[in-house]
Structures are given as C-alpha cells and as structure tokens.
C-alpha cells in the first residue's frame, strides 16, 4: 500500500547538539535535520536502510499471533492492503521503550518473573540495535511494528516474550507510541521555530532604520521599519510555538494499560508506566484512551496555522524579489534557474514554502475527516491516521528549514526601497494625526487630507512637496510646523503607541526578542 508522498516516513533519533544540516552519509532519497535536541530522518521507505528483503514472500507465511480462532489465513490481497509495517516502522524506538516500560512493570507487580524481565530487556535492546544496524528484517506478514517486534523478541529468547503482550492490546500500545512520537516530533518543530525566529531577527538587527511601504490590500498605506516588519512574523512563529506545546501537554498523558477499550482484571499499575515513560499521568478512561486522536487533531492543526504564516511570508519575499517590487535580492544559494530562459533567477524555496502549506493543510484535513464519524471505541480506520502525521511533520520541518535558510542569504535593496517610498502618499495618516493636534475631529482631518492628497494628485506632487499655500488653500489651519510631520522619516518618528513601527517603539520590541532568543550583538545565540 503506497503512502502519502511515495511511503515517506519520518524516524526520531537521538541528537547531537546544535542546529544543522546533516552531513553524514545517509540512504538514499532521505533527508536529515539535526538540532540540538532531535535529529529527523525522513526517508523513503522503499529504500530505508533497514527494509531488508521479506523472507514471507519466499516461504509459507507463519501463524499470526492473533490467530488462535482462525482457520484458515488472510489473502495476499488483503494482507497488502492491510498492513501498516510499511509506514508506521517509524514508532520502533517509541515500541521498544513502552514495552521495556511494561515489562518492567509487570515485574514489578509479580505478573512476569524478574528473570523473565531481564530477558525481555536484553531481547529488545539487541531488536533495537539490529533496526539501527539495518539488520533488522521487517516482514509484511507480521503486520505491523508491534508484530514484527514481538514476533521477533520470540525468536530470540522464546517463552519470557509470549509474556510480554499480558495486560496490554496493540489498541492501547499503538496509542502510547503515537503520543510518544507525536511529543518528540513537537519537541523537533518547537525547535525548528527558534531557529527561524533566531534568523529573522538576526536580519532585522542588520537592516536598522531601514523604511518600506507598509500594504493594505496590497496597496501602499503607510511607512513601516522593516524590523517591525520582520518581528510581526516572529511574534507569529512565537504562537505558533505555544500552540504546538500546548498541544504537547494535553497529549501527555498515558492509554498504557487500557487494554483493547475496557482495561484489565490483572494487578497492574499504570501510574507506574506513565511515570517511566515521562507522562504525566495515566488517562483517567480507558474507552476515551484507545478511541480519540484528538491530540493528533490538535498536532496537525497548530502544524496547519504554522504551515499558513510561512506561506505569507513565503509570499510577501516571493513579490519582493520580483523585478516589479525588487525590494530583496536572494542569493545564489537559494535560487534556481529557468531550463529554457537564461536570465532568470527565481526564488523557488519560497514558492515551495507557499506551495507545501497546502499539503500540511490537506494532512489535517485527512484526519478531520478520518475521525469524523467513527463509533466508540477502536476501530480499524485510525490506522490511517500516521502517514498524514508523518507527512505534516516531515514537511513543516522542511519549510521552517528552508525559510531560515532564506532569511539567512537574502539582502534588502535600501536603494531601490528608498526610492520607491515617496508614492502613494503614505505620510497621509500622519498628517491627519496632526490636524487632531491642532483640535479638528478626526474625521473632519480625514476630509481634509483626503482634499489635499487630491490636489497631489492633480499637482504629480507629494504631501511635502506642497506649500504652506497650497495647503492653506484646502484648509487654513495649517501652519509651518506641518511640515515636521510630512515625508516618511518624519512619519515613521511620529509613531509612539505601543507596538507602533515608531523607531524607540521597534527597538524595544527588538531588544525584548534578542534577550528572550538569547542572541549575542553578531546575530547568534
């Protein structure tokens, strides 16, 4: 069964510290992202290192381990189109570490022997090793990572392993691994964000007092620094941050231990695995613990609102790099050619950026509707529920990799900015601020700014470029000091509402993002 973006899977690891691209040899048709607290591979499953040759396509297919009732086996058909080894192999640390914590737990409370414990640990840490080898032989008829990996430990150290699968259901197993993924993948993208915000106002830092059109409906409205600009989408990347770890602690509690749906009669002690596996507790219903995937909902819509705010920026530097604005210049490094046009250079990441929000989007809209109207309590259905979530993650990682790329080798044309900054009369705003100084209603000023921005118009001339008279003309109340609020540098010192693009207003908000990302006067944390 093919999987969204060719059985695309994403693998958590272990990571070294800091925030890089990996540079270590990898398979083929895989990326890797390393930071300083995950590292990510998203690989191809058709040529993952660890997809050995599948001996069950060359002998008679073994017993299932569920199959105790049946008579006779499933069809190759449907084994195909039921299997989800293909994909969700990508839990295997996840499956490993709740059944060393289960183990441990069933030993604690005199259900497995301490001898069988310490058997089943040494079986799958040597599982464990042999995936990360790319020894590991995973075989379609064993179904899925829970299968493969208890039907293996049964291999290697017989009877301790039949043991291992007491007070517990591939239902509440494959929930636990899920959220375990889920808040190591949250962990990943959390820190993807910093590094873009560390970007964004690492360039905001190198372009001080640097003015541009600010748009409404993309029209020119008023003068804004680019470093407010800049921090409008940190302050963004800010929630989108808190969203996806507010996400985090409501997927952190425990399904182990409730079973198929309705828990067990068996002594065991659930707080004890929530507590190894770092949850905060265990799930208060067992019923709600193996049927809701609204923690994956809640992972794939905060994804969705970040995937949306890098497509407006995506957007925004895609226009700004276009020979009508040519407000930006990306480098070589993130720009591709024409096959058939030799003078063009095109900002492609970006678009892509702007493209790929769609697919994060469609990845929740996937699961929206997977879940929609599903009875209590498991059923069959959720299995579909990992590729869209591998995809949304894999693919968020790539665009929040891609835009601090961009933002780390572009360059703002100060020359080409500053001469397209005296059309559309953005200082407009600011003289009507001045009429309310001078007692006149605001909406009496706006009529009255409204005459004068015509007879600019009328006159091919801007606000400053009128006379005293001129101005008098439209109404008599102004006077000399108009002039100290006409022209965009005097507009943009005028500002001093908080939040404002005003400079002192700017560079507080500045300063409060370099403390809170911890970057030093070169632009590095």
């Not at 969700?88 to 414990?117: F, W």
């Not at 017989?158 to 494959?174: I, W, Y």
Request: proline letters at 4%; aromatic letters at 6%; charged letters at 25%.
């Amino acid at each position: 069964m093919e999987s969204l973006a060719s059985s695309a899977t994403v693998q958590l690891l272990s990571p070294p510290s800091g925030l890089s691209i990996n540079t270590t040899p990898k398979p083929r048709n895989s990326v890797a992202f390393k930071h300083r607290s995950k590292q990510v591979w998203c690989t191809s499953s058709s040529t993952m290192k660890t997809s050995a040759t599948d001996p069950s396509t060359k002998k008679a297919k073994e017993a299932k381990l569920w199959g105790g009732r049946f008579e006779e086996g499933v069809t190759d058909a449907v084994e195909r189109f039921t299997e989800s080894i293909s994909f969700d192999k990508a839990l295997y640390k996840q499956d490993i570490m709740g059944s060393r914590a289960h183990a441990s737990m069933l030993a604690h409370q005199g259900l497995i022997s301490v001898s069988d414990r310490d058997s089943i640990l040494q079986g799958l840490d040597k599982i464990e090793r042999r995936i990360e080898d790319g020894e590991f032989v995973w075989r379609t008829d064993r179904e899925d990572v829970h299968m493969n990996i208890e039907a293996a430990l049964t291999d290697l150290i017989g009877e301790p392993a039949k043991k291992l699968h007491t007070a517990r259901s591939r239902n509440d197993q494959v929930l636990t691994d899920f959220r375990l993924w889920c808040r190591d993948a949250i962990d990943n993208i959390v820190a993807h964000i910093e590094h873009l915000q560390v970007a964004l106002v690492t360039l905001a830092m190198k372009n001080e007092n640097l003015i541009v059109p600010g748009y409404t409906h993309l029209q020119r409205a008023q003068p804004i620094l680019l470093q407010h600009l800049l921090l409008a989408y940190v302050e963004q990347l800010d929630r989108d941050a808190g969203r996806l770890l507010d996400c985090r602690q409501r997927l952190n509690f425990c399904p182990l231990g409730a079973c198929a749906l309705a828990g067990t009669g068996l002594p065991i002690d659930r707080f004890m695995t929530s507590h190894d596996l770092g949850f905060n507790a265990p799930m208060r219903n067992s019923i709600d613990a193996v049927s809701d995937r609204d923690f994956v909902l809640e992972f794939l819509s905060a994804n969705s609102i970040t995937a949306i705010h890098l497509s407006r920026l995506g957007e925004e530097w895609v226009l700004w790099a276009s020979e009508e604005f040519g407000f930006l210049t990306p480098s070589d490094s993130v720009s591709t050619g024409s096959s058939i046009m030799p003078q063009k250079k095109n900002p492609d990441p970006m678009e892509l950026v702007r493209g790929k929000s769609a697919r994060v989007v469609g990845d929740l809209v996937t699961l929206l509707v997977l879940c929609k109207g599903l009875p209590h309590a498991y059923n069959r259905d959720l299995q579909e529920d990992k590729e869209p979530t591998f995809d949304s993650t894999k693919t968020i990682i790539g665009m929040l990799e891609v835009c601090a790329e961009f933002a780390q080798n572009i360059t703002f044309n100060r020359e080409k900015i500053k001469k397209a900054l005296p059309a559309g009369h953005l200082d407009a705003t600011t003289l009507a601020d001045y009429l309310v100084k001078k007692g006149i209603p605001f909406r009496t000023s706006h009529d009255i700014v409204g005459k004068s921005v015509a007879l600019c118009v009328s006159k091919n001339c801007q606000l400053q470029d009128l006379s005293l008279d001129e101005l008098r003309s439209v109404n008599p109340v102004f006077d000399e000091d108009v002039y100290e609020f006409l022209g965009v540098e005097n507009a943009v010192k005028k500002f001093c509402s908080y939040g404002s693009t005003g400079s002192e207003c700017v560079a507080e908000q500045l300063d409060f993002w370099v403390t809170k990302l911890q970057i030093n006067t070169a632009g590095h944390k």
